[in-house]
């Protein structure tokens, strides 16, 4: 059996993974990086997935100096949120902000953001990658953690979970879970509108759950539609006529009527919130630490956060034990406020709109038509959103200089 013997094991090769991998480059941190996707099955299609990039994510990818815009990106200026059947509507235009980017973020493919964050591991030199498959066994000892492949040991002082959520790691590692089902599948797709409307994101909200238009170039946008479980099935096995018009009928207002559409995908929607104990010399990023509903796109902003925030203690901790309980646990409170406030906006944001009794349907458009004729609150959303103001408790600090805000 080999043994590998680092500093840092980061389990996961995904975009959580390689950012946190590229935010320790050129450190004397020595990491290997495991693939933990079982090797003898293929990966699951993902047509068209793409990423939501708020400006905040941008900055901070471009303090890892990854290449920026991603090839095919598209810029979101404003996100309009809408209601089904009520006239109230919410545009939050990147004028509120005053950024110089002149943007809230941008949407581009999700293998595009991997591509570029793999280019830029380049100048990597102290990390390895290797392809390992789910880990088999996983011991403690007072100085590290040993996992445990049929043909490959890693001894590694600290173990950081990137691998999304499904590496099957709660039992192994005796891992705390929160989490419930939202009883609602996301359909995936690509879209062509007759005429082109640029810079643009749709949030609608449905009966049944939020139905999201995501500008991604070329006049297109990718969808996010949240259906039940039956009707998610039944829609998904439509033709592309059909298909068109069950989702035209649907569309929020200004987005012209659609004429195209891209292969389709489907996955189940639920929350999930996965924590170790400080002493079992483990660290949780990205949707390994929390699984959000795709309501606002917060995935991959959330997970940068969490990946900058450690490696910025790791760094700090120099020599030192990069497992040590008191890191881990200034970790955990750093990023505390941050992740709790953005899983309570999902969450409350979903069902409050969800909710079909007609008070409710009354007091949403209301909130809605209030929320427009309010810049200040507006600005303050769109600041949250775009992730360049975060609670002072969570303050992400920086890689180079002094604590700050993105």
Same mark, same amino acid.
């Given at each position: ?35 933990? &996707?079982?090797?003898?099955? %293929? ?112 001894? %590694? ?5 990137? @691998? ?40 609608? &909200? ?30 998904? !096995?439509?033709?592309?006529?059909? &298909? ?76 030192? @034990? ?9 970790? !955990? ?19 409050? &709109? ?11 458009? !209301? ?15 769109? %600041? ?23």
């Amino acid at each position: 059996m080999r043994t590998q013997a680092v500093q840092i094991a980061i389990l996961g090769n995904g975009p959580i993974a390689r950012s946190l991998a590229l935010a320790l480059a050129g450190t004397p941190i020595n990491m290997v990086m495991l693939d933990t &996707f079982p090797p003898q099955q %293929a990966r699951p299609p993902q047509p068209d997935r793409t990423v939501a990039l708020a400006l905040g994510t941008r900055r901070l990818l471009q303090d890892l100096q990854v290449a920026l815009p991603l090839q095919g990106s598209a810029a979101i200026r404003t996100v309009q949120i809408t209601q089904q059947g009520a006239s109230g509507q919410v545009k939050l235009d990147a004028q509120l902000l005053g950024s110089p980017e002149g943007i809230l973020g941008e949407v581009a493919s999700l293998d595009h953001l991997g591509d570029a964050l793999e280019t830029a591991l380049g100048r990597c030199t102290n990390l390895v990658q290797m392809t390992a498959g789910p880990v088999q066994d996983l011991q403690w000892h007072p100085d590290r953690v040993t996992l445990k492949w049929p043909e490959l040991q890693v001894e %590694a002082e600290l173990v950081v979970v990137a @691998d999304g959520g499904h590496g099957h790691l709660q039992s192994l590692a005796h891992l705390q879970r929160l989490g419930w089902d939202h009883n609602r599948h996301a359909i995936v797709s690509t879209v062509t509108p007759r005429e082109k409307v640029c810079g643009i994101a749709y949030e609608h &909200f449905l009966d049944s759950g939020p139905l999201a238009f995501l500008p991604i170039g070329d006049g297109r946008f990718s969808i996010v539609w949240s259906l039940r479980p039956k009707d998610a099935s039944r829609i998904l !096995a439509l033709p592309e006529g059909p &298909f068109l018009e069950a989702l035209n009928r649907q569309r929020p207002r200004g987005l012209p009527p659609l004429i195209g559409s891209g292969p389709r995908s489907v996955y189940p929607l639920f929350f999930q919130r996965l924590w170790a104990q400080p002493q079992q010399r483990m660290a949780l990023v990205g949707n390994a630490a929390q699984t959000i509903h795709p309501l606002a796109g917060q995935g991959y902003n959330l997970g940068l956060r969490d990946v900058i925030t450690l490696a910025a203690l790791l760094r700090r901790a120099g020599a030192e @034990d990069m497992g040590d309980a008191e890191l881990l646990s200034d970790y !955990a409170r750093i990023r505390r406020r941050d992740r709790l406030e953005t899983i309570a906006f999902t969450e409350a944001m979903n069902r409050l &709109f969800g909710a079909r009794l007609l008070p409710l349907r009354l007091v949403r458009t !209301a909130a809605l038509v209030a929320l427009e004729r309010l810049p200040a609150i507006k600005r303050e959303l769109a %600041a949250r959103l775009a992730g360049i103001e975060l609670p002072a408790a969570s303050t992400i600090p920086d890689l180079i200089t002094e604590p700050r805000h993105v």
